[in-house]
């Protein structure tokens, strides 16, 4: 029995371990096949990932190579273009040189055929030349031997009468030496003294450092401003312009003394009316000092002397008066250095000279105000201080209110007259220089045959320019004279005018 149950149990225990087997074996095999099926279906997946990836890498290979392929053949395809077009040049080119070397050709055939005409019709004239010289000695009955001597004593005629011209242009040009000789003192003159032109206006700007001080100088309610003007009587101008303060007056002493005064006070800092007419009084009396000096300095630099107290304060108020923009002062020393030079150039006593012409505008700084004008103001004046007669005829007549006595007296105003009319030394105002050359152009154009007109040189200098199938040359010679008279009875004007006519041919072609 028990043997029976240890082999039952011996093959049930082989029984369940095949079974156990069998089962394992199977449910491995199944999870095998899945996992198979599953790992072949994610290679697939792989597999068709790869496939597009590598196809879309193909495709965007394939566009570059195309695009670049394209790029390539545009490039080619305008190679090509170019040689084309170069060709096509070329071709022109060789033709334009093979048809120029036809036409060269042909003209040089030309010419060689005119040359040769050109020979024989040469042999014909001289051929016809000696037959009529010929005839003319049958005619005249003279060898040509004969008829050289006629000829030579008619050129001899001839010559002497055009000596006899000449001998009168000679004797024409010695008479305009005198002339000439004047120009060169003026201009010897002019050329040895040279000074810079002082520019005077009617008003002064007087500069602060901060606009908060012209709240002081107008002080409170305006009691500063109007004491300074008071004292002054200077018009003082405080407006919106930042850092500065304009004084206005048409005497430039008043100007001097008021733009002293403000400075001080600026300076100062101590603003008010009671110090206001101390530091004006005080400022004044420095300017009167200063003007002084400033006499004594001129009349001692320029080698005067003698000349009475009140003349040499005169001489210093010179310095803060203009005339036309120019500064007294400077113009009298420049009046009274020409002279000195152009006196002594013709003879005459220079010291004399300069001291006319230092004094020759006197009339001009008054202390009083007189109705007279300034040149016979200045003779008076000059009388009142015992010049000589001579200097004081000078100093009247420089304008011709009187009559002219002594040879000072022309020397003075024509040096007058070039120290103000040289360039730069006055101003002018603009509208009446602007009608001067307006003037001279409209001058100049009413003439037949003139085309353009132009003023130059600050209307010294016109320039006409005439058309060349109007006017021939010795009408444009003429022409100049006469528009230069005009100017002269006509137009009032400083210095000179130099009219120069222009006619000329142009021919114009063009090179293509």
């Known amino acids: 029995m028990t043997v029976i149950t240890i082999i039952a149990s011996i093959a049930s225990l082989l029984i369940g371990g095949v079974a156990a087997y069998i089962l394992f074996r ?61 060709e096509l040049v070329l071709n022109q080119r060789q033709e334009e040189i093979q048809r120029k070397k036809a036409e060269a050709e042909a003209v040089r055939e030309n010419l060689e055929t005119q040359l040769s005409i050109v020979d024989k019709k040469k042999d014909e004239l001289d051929k016809l030349q000696q037959q009529e010289i010929e005839r003319l000695e049958a005619i005249a009955g003279l060898s040509a031997e004969e008829a050289k001597e006629r000829m030579v004593e008619s050129l001899k005629e001839e010559a002497k009468t055009q000596a006899q011209s000449y001998i009168n242009d000679i004797v024409d040009d010695a008479k305009l030496t005198a002339s000439k000789e004047a120009k060169r003192i003026v201009i010897q003159s002019i050329q040895r003294v040279a000074t810079e032109t002082a520019i005077e206006n009617s008003v002064t700007v007087f500069h602060i450092d901060s606009d908060e001080i012209k709240g002081r100088i107008i002080g409170r309610e305006g009691r500063n401003i109007r004491a300074l003007e008071a004292a002054t009587g200077v018009e003082i101008v405080v407006d919106d312009t930042p850092e500065a303060i304009v004084l206005s007056a048409f005497d430039p002493v008043r100007r001097e003394v008021a733009r002293l005064a403000l400075h001080q006070l600026v300076t100062d800092g101590r603003i008010h009316p009671a110090r206001i007419e101390e530091v004006v009084a005080k400022v004044r009396k420095q300017v009167e000092e200063e003007i002084i000096e400033t006499g004594k300095r001129t ?21 803060y008066r203009s005339s036309y923009g120019q500064n007294l002062l400077q113009h009298s020393r420049e009046t009274a250095n020409l002279c000195s030079v152009m006196a002594a150039e013709l003879g005459l006593n220079p010291k004399k000279a300069k001291r006319a012409g230092l004094l020759h505008d006197i009339g001009k700084v008054p202390d009083e105000e007189s109705e007279l004008p300034h040149a016979l103001y200045g003779m008076k004046l000059a009388e009142k201080y015992k010049e000589k007669p001579d200097i004081c005829n000078a100093i009247g007549a420089h304008h011709d209110e009187v009559e002219m006595t002594s040879l000072l007296a022309p020397i003075v105003q024509v040096c007058d007259a ?57 009408q444009t010679e003429s022409l100049s004279g006469e528009i230069a008279k005009k100017i002269q009875d006509e137009m009032t004007y400083p210095g000179q005018v130099k009219i120069t006519v222009i006619r000329e041919t142009r021919a114009v072609s063009f090179a293509k």
Do not use: C, W
Not at 31 to 37: D, G
Not at 47 to 70: G, I, M, Q, R, T
Not at 81 to 86: A, D, E, I, T, V
Not at 424 to 452: C, H, S
């Open 299 to 319: 009349t001692i630099d320029l080698g005067i002397h003698g000349l009475h107290p009140d003349l040499v304060r005169i001489i210093g108020k010179m310095k």
């Open 418 to 474: 070039i120290s103000g009319a040289r360039p730069g030394a006055r101003r002018e105002i603009v509208e009446a220089y602007i009608k001067r050359l307006n003037d001279l152009e409209q001058l100049a154009m009413a003439y037949p045959g003139v085309t353009k007109t132009y003023a130059i040189q600050a209307g010294r200098d016109l320039r006409v320019i005439v058309g060349a199938d109007k006017i021939d040359d010795k």
């Open 26 to 86: 199977y449910g491995l095999k199944s999870k095998y096949n899945k996992v198979l099926k599953e790992a072949e279906a994610e290679g697939e997946v792989i597999k068709k990932n790869k496939l597009l990836e590598v196809k879309e890498k193909f495709l965007n290979k394939k566009a570059d190579l195309e695009k670049e392929v394209s790029i390539r053949n545009q490039k080619i395809q305008q190679v090509e273009n170019k040689l084309k077009q170069r």
